[in-house]
């Protein structure tokens, strides 16, 4: 064995084996047994472009994960702008916003008759316990108003998943926002995957 890590190649830099822990010098001499053309330089320039390539696709998958996260995060800044402008606009003393509506009642009070537009059909009482995970709060709310507007208001947990997973959510996130509606007592498991509003 040689120190350009073949017999042939003298025009490679030199390496000198004592320099390297003994792992290695035995994967050159077993290398050059197996094919006396083998060399050592070659082989490194190999490994470390291959480590290159890994490292550029997982700096990519995290870019990714960066851009899907900074794009619901707008999201999330121009659903609070809108609900924001739309409550502006709101005059008439019927109308309440999503806090107001779902606020718990006093025992003195009378029922009111409560008009509400559409998207304020969520219950948010403990969606609020997740302001400082905005990510968290977007699923939850995607899943509520899904579920208040299919029939029976039921969903399976598959149909939650492949809902949330079209507005970019992972599995992990969809799998968090139902545990933390179930544990907040929200939505409850019907069985069978099945969860719908709980009582």
Known sequence: MDEQGSSEDSTKIRINPDSLPIEVRELWENMLRIDPSWNFHNWLVECANQEMELLVSKLNDEQLKLEHRQHRIERLIERVERQMSESKRINDPHQKNLFD????????????????????????????????????????????????????????????????????????????????????????HLGDGLYGFAD
């Open 101 to 188: 509506a779902y606020a718990q009642p006093k025992f003195e009070d009378k029922p009111k008759i409560v008009v509400m537009q559409p998207e304020e059909m969520i219950p948010t009482e403990d969606i609020d316990a997740v302001d400082d995970d905005p990510i968290l709060r977007i699923c939850c709310e995607h899943i509520l108003q899904e579920m208040e507007e299919s029939q029976d208001a039921v969903l399976h947990e598959d149909e939650m998943m492949d809902i949330c997973s079209s507005l970019r959510f992972d599995t992990n996130e969809v799998q968090e926002a139902i545990e933390h509606l179930v544990s907040t007592n929200q939505i409850m």
